[in-house]
Nanobody
Framework: QVQWVESGGGLVESGGSLRLSCTASGFTFSSRHIGWYRQAVGKERELVAV????????NYADSVKGRFTISRDNAKNTVYLQMNSLKPDDTAVYYCNHPQASASNPNDYWGQGTQVTVSS
């Protein structure tokens, strides 16, 4: 029922930037916090950024703080992740979802994600 469509990933060199987009449907977008997750090969899915319903409040994992900026446009049902000063450790598939989503919960729906690869 809930759908998430991520885009904007790609291959970038260390120090470069990317801007990811996530468009969601199947729920009242403007009334929900939205999070960006990432999952590197062989690692658990990690919540890296959260934005409140209004877009005025944000939270970041320490690993991305100061480099990533989450924002949203509720009129477009879209959340963005501006990623600057990218590092090879940022290489992962990036997903958006509710901040409380679990990769192991079959009731949580996930998009296909968008691949971010940072070369050294």
């Amino acid at each position: 029922q809930v759908q998430w469509v991520e885009s904007g990933g790609g291959l970038v060199e260390s120090g470069g930037s990317l801007r990811l987009s996530c468009t969601a449907s199947g729920f009242t977008f403007s009334s929900r916090h939205i999070g960006w997750y990432r999952q590197a090969v062989g690692k658990e899915r990690e919540l890296v950024a959260v934005i409140t319903e209004s877009g005025r409040g944000t939270n970041y994992a320490d690993s991305v703080k100061g480099r990533f900026t989450i924002s949203r446009d509720n009129a477009k049902n879209t959340v963005y992740l501006q990623m600057n000063s990218l590092k090879p450790d940022d290489t992962a598939v990036y997903y958006c979802n509710h901040p409380q989503a679990s990769a192991s919960n079959p009731n949580d729906y996930w998009g296909q994600g968008t691949q971010v690869t940072v070369s050294s």
